[in-house]
């Protein structure tokens, strides 16, 4: 509970009666001749100087505490971890190059879809990507995340690569799946990045074209001339699916690759 402070000199104005009655709720209990008012006085000012100097002191030694815990958790993890995006659903976390943890996304639990995972096993979850985020760095700070005993995947180009060329198709609503890049089902190419250079692949073709970033190979698989290597725009967009089956959508690129074929 907490109590006013009283100085003397409004303590000085206060009669007999109610000098007793904030000593009695400030649980004073003065020595002297309790008849007088400054015996009153007195012991209340000295029982708050007192209440001062601990709280100072607890002030201190929560200060020095704070800082004990702050140097060893520097000590214990002095290197900043790194995350890596391999996609929106998907974040791994390095200390120098180890992994140490990863976030993914559970779709099937129906509040806490984020979990936080190590050595293939669930440690975390929780309803946001921030919250698995703040489990990690303040375990990992504090020495009390669980080690990850797994060989890890270095923390290399590779990751990278894939995050970006990830971020890149989402801009198209592409799909990428293990044999290369999909839109509505229909491959289009492979999109990859050989010692810096940026390269596209073509369904339909065996040969590599170097790109100048991930941008332009990407958005070179959005203009695929599907009319090459003897298909026509029917064999590779629909050949398994009648006209009178097609979407408004496939109807409209179908026109438009026929008009760019032709032009």
């Known amino acids: 509970m907490t109590h006013p402070t009283y100085t003397q000199q409004a303590l000085s104005r206060y009669?007999?009666?109610?000098?007793?009655r904030i000593a009695a709720e400030l649980g004073v209990t003065p020595t002297g001749d309790k008849r007088v008012a400054d015996t009153w006085v007195n012991a209340i000012i000295t029982h708050q100087s007192t209440q001062l100097q601990k709280v100072d002191n607890q002030a201190i030694s929560q200060a020095e505490l704070d800082n004990y815990i702050a140097d060893q958790a520097q000590a214990i993890a002095p290197e900043p971890l790194t995350?890596?995006?391999?996609?929106?659903?998907?974040?791994?976390?390095?200390?120098?190059?180890?992994?140490?943890?990863?976030?993914?996304?559970?779709?099937?639990?129906?509040?806490?879809?984020?979990?936080?995972?190590?050595?293939?096993?669930?440690?975390?979850?929780?309803?946001?990507?921030?919250?698995?985020?703040?489990?990690?760095?303040?375990?990992?700070?504090?020495?009390?995340?669980?080690?990850?005993?797994?060989?890890?995947?270095?923390?290399?180009?590779?990751?990278?690569?894939?995050?970006?060329?990830?971020?890149?198709?989402?801009?198209?609503?592409?799909?990428?799946?293990?044999?290369?890049?999909y839109n509505n089902g229909v491959k289009l190419g492979q999109v990859g990045c050989t010692d810096g250079n940026w390269w596209v692949k073509r369904r339909y073709s065996g040969q590599q074209q170097y790109s100048n970033s991930v941008y332009d190979a990407v958005r070179s698989l959005s203009m695929v001339d599907v009319?090459?290597?003897?298909?026509?725009?029917?064999?590779?967009?629909?050949l398994d699916q009648p006209l009178e089956q097609l979407t408004g959508n496939k109807l409209q690129r179908l026109l438009e690759k026929a008009e760019l074929v032709t032009a």
């Open 15 to 20: 009669n007999l009666p109610r000098l007793k």
């Open 227 to 238: 009319s090459t290597d003897d298909k026509s725009i029917f064999d590779e967009y629909f």
């Open 83 to 181: 995350i890596v995006e391999i996609s929106f659903y998907h974040h791994e976390y390095y200390a120098d190059d180890k992994l140490i943890a990863s976030i993914s996304y559970d779709d099937t639990h129906l509040t806490q879809r984020w979990v936080v995972m190590i050595n293939d096993k669930e440690v975390f979850r929780a309803n946001t990507l921030m919250r698995c985020d703040r489990f990690i760095c303040t375990h990992y700070k504090d020495g009390s995340l669980p080690v990850q005993e797994q060989l890890a995947t270095p923390l290399t180009t590779e990751n990278q690569i894939m995050a970006h060329i990830f971020n890149e198709c989402q801009n198209y609503g592409f799909e990428i799946l293990d044999d290369g890049i």
